[in-house]
């Protein structure tokens, strides 16, 4: 599985951006797919994911109601809208493939894509 992430940039606190994350290969023997997220001097750490099948979805505690991941089957491509952005959301955004249909999906992920930059100004 191969993925290529898109769409960060720079926004003011308060503003949105849509992160794109597509997906080619092995993608539909994925069981989910997640972005995750690395801010400088902080460890990665899981955001959001959405379980290929079914679409049920899990968010990180600090971006419930004001992140939505979603997917495009047709386009084999997850997004990731951010809304309310806030200067703490500023990191380096990734997308990544867990392909083990078991387990909790903020953890174990299998394949991950290059990162994009999301830097928020407050």
């Known amino acids: 599985v191969q993925l290529q992430a898109s769409g960060g940039g720079l926004v003011q606190a308060g503003g949105s951006l849509r992160l794109s994350c597509a997906a080619s290969?092995?993608?539909?023997?994925?069981?989910?797919l997640g972005w995750f997220r690395q801010a400088p001097g902080k460890e990665r750490e899981f955001v959001a994911a959405?379980?290929?099948?079914?679409?049920?979805?899990v968010y990180v505690d600090s971006v419930k109601g004001r992140f939505a991941i979603s997917r495009n089957n047709a386009k084999n491509t997850v997004y990731l809208q951010m809304n309310s952005l806030k200067p703490e959301d500023a990191a380096v955004y990734y997308c990544?493939?867990?392909?083990?249909?078991?387990?909790?999906?903020?953890?174990?992920?299998?394949?991950w894509g290059q990162g994009t930059q999301v830097t928020v100004s407050s």
């Open positions: 290969g092995r993608t539909e023997s994925s069981y989910a």
């Open positions: 990544a493939a867990k392909m083990r249909p078991y387990g909790s999906v903020i953890n174990d992920y299998d394949y």
């Open positions: 959405i379980k290929w099948a079914s679409s049920s979805t």
